[in-house]
């Protein structure tokens, strides 16, 4: 498994990042993000879905939902945010296989489910830097992840 890492001075940064890796993604590709809470693991999605879509979309937490699914144009996005989940078994009811199938899975707080999760991914980690609107990502990448890291 490849690892990289890379310093996000602002906001600005980050939605560059984001943008950058919405348009390398393909149906069936996995991208779990950690962090603590409010390390921005949802305005990186925002940022992420906002790049694909061809409008102003509304991209909201689904912290109490646990699954917001966005249908673009090109591409299905399902965004899980799993803080809420109490078993691991619980995903299943929530299509996980489906959106592994037919779409991109962008996949909060992964950690309940880790060892039913494809090794064929990508884990995000957004860590709090010292200056205030900054974070150093940390990406680490399997399968085709790991082939593009490389290239990087």
Same mark, same amino acid.
């Given at each position: 498994?490849?690892?990289?890492?890379?310093?996000?001075?602002?906001?600005?940064?980050?939605? #560059?990042?984001?943008?950058?890796?919405?348009?390398?993604?393909?149906?069936?590709?996995?991208?779990?993000?950690?962090?603590?809470?409010?390390?921005?693991?949802?305005?990186?999605?925002?940022?992420?879905?906002?790049?694909?879509s061809e409008e102003n979309i509304e991209v909201t937490s689904p912290t109490f939902n646990l699954l917001h699914v966005h249908q673009l144009k090109s591409l299905?996005?399902?965004?899980?945010?799993?803080?809420?989940?109490?078993?691991?078994?619980? #995903?299943?009811?929530?299509? #996980?296989?489906?959106?592994?199938?037919?779409?991109?899975?962008?996949?909060?707080?992964?950690?309940?489910?880790?060892?039913?999760?494809?090794?064929?991914?990508?884990?995000?980690?957004?860590?709090?830097?010292?200056?205030?609107?900054?974070?150093?990502?940390?990406?680490?990448?399997?399968?085709?992840?790991? %082939?593009?890291?490389?290239? %990087?």
């Amino acid at each position: 498994m490849q690892k990289q890492e890379v310093y996000l001075e602002s906001l600005e940064q980050t939605k #560059i990042f984001a943008s950058k890796l919405a348009k390398i993604v393909s149906l069936g590709d996995i991208i779990t993000l950690r962090g603590d809470l409010g390390s921005g693991k949802t305005s990186f999605v925002q940022y992420f879905i906002r790049s694909l879509s061809e409008e102003n979309i509304e991209v909201t937490s689904p912290t109490f939902n646990l699954l917001h699914v966005h249908q673009l144009k090109s591409l299905e996005i399902w965004h899980f945010d799993l803080y809420r989940l109490k078993n691991r078994d619980e #995903i299943y009811e929530l299509g #996980i296989e489906d959106a592994w199938n037919n779409g991109v899975s962008i996949i909060e707080w992964p950690e309940i489910i880790q060892d039913i999760l494809p090794k064929n991914r990508l884990d995000l980690y957004i860590d709090f830097a010292k200056q205030e609107n900054a974070r150093i990502l940390t990406w680490k990448g399997s399968g085709k992840w790991a %082939e593009l890291l490389l290239k %990087e």
